[in-house]
């Protein structure tokens, strides 16, 4: 086991957990799931220390120097969609569209074989997965997530993903899955594209439609962003007192959405790729009418 080996990836993204587990079956490395994405704080301080450390994702931007002291060797994994750290580092950029686990499967083939773990199917999953986080899904990959989401409510969305992978469910199954949450859910989808409301913004010369929801969030945040560049749905959290924003960018709009997020919402707390961001803002806020 390379014990002295530490990944250390965010615990909400499942396909960089996939990747994570994967590589941990690989080689015996030890992984870490982390929540905190604004700043290394001291638990993850002390367990990176004098470890062969790789960070999935470019989040600890600004304190590359820091992770560096503490850490025996240190090296990023950067989406396709994030700038390396100005400070010196060894990383890694993704494909176009893909990530981690992706990353994972293509370099470590031939010990999968070795393992006798069906490498294809292994690819085939990890693929998709990155897809839908990280790129613009084509129509079967909408499918696929939508059976892995609707697998037993008593499990995790990475146990979802291991019921594909261990062959207790098999694409075909999940996909078919899908279709038949969709004959449910394009109704839903439907309805919203009806009530949504569409602005240009003149001096950005970009458009959005906006709608009210809280289920089959990255459809419908796909099916309004069809006829404009970003789609997006609001839900009021009454519970927590908060306003959630999903956005999705459509294939044609050129600017990163980030910028474009914190551009016109103040004070947004968010956890965004450049095509797709959620977010909320505390209290219960006007963002339905912020466009318009």
Not at 67 to 94: G, T
Not at 143 to 158: P, R
């Amino acid at each position: 086991m390379r014990s002295n080996e530490l990944i250390v990836f965010r615990k909400s993204n499942v396909c960089d957990f996939f990747g994570a587990v994967v590589l941990k079956t690989c080689t015996g490395c030890l992984i870490a799931a982390t929540e905190n994405l604004k700043q290394p704080n001291e638990n993850l301080i002390s367990d990176i220390f004098d470890k062969d450390v790789t960070i999935v994702g470019g989040y600890y931007t600004g304190f590359i120097e820091k992770l560096k002291n503490q850490a025996r060797s240190l090296k990023v994994f950067y989406n396709y969609f994030e700038s390396p750290d100005e400070e010196e580092h060894e990383y890694i950029k993704a494909e176009n569209g893909r990530g981690f686990a992706t990353h994972v499967i293509k370099n470590n083939i031939e010990k999968l074989q070795e393992l006798k773990v069906d490498y294809k199917l292994f690819l085939t999953v990890a693929e998709y997965l990155d897809e839908y986080f990280y790129g613009h899904p084509s129509e079967k990959v909408l499918l696929f997530q939508a059976g892995v989401h609707s697998l037993k409510d008593d499990i995790s969305e990475i146990e979802k993903v291991a019921l594909v992978t261990t062959n207790s469910f098999s694409i075909e199954d999940i996909i078919k899955r899908g279709e038949e949450c969709r004959e449910y859910s394009s109704v839903i989808i439907k309805d919203r594209l009806a009530r949504s409301k569409k602005t240009v913004i003149c001096r950005e010369n970009f458009s959005v439609r906006v709608c009210l929801g809280n289920d089959y969030i990255t459809e419908t945040c796909i099916a309004l962003a069809k006829d404009c560049d970003l789609g997006m749905l609001i839900k009021y959290d009454k519970t927590n007192k908060r306003t959630e924003i999903w956005c999705r960018a459509s294939e044609n709009f050129s600017r990163d959405i980030r910028t474009v997020m914190n551009e016109y919402i103040t004070d947004l707390t968010y956890d965004a790729t450049s095509i797709a961001c959620h977010g909320y803002v505390q209290g219960l806020s006007e963002l339905y009418k912020l466009f318009y």
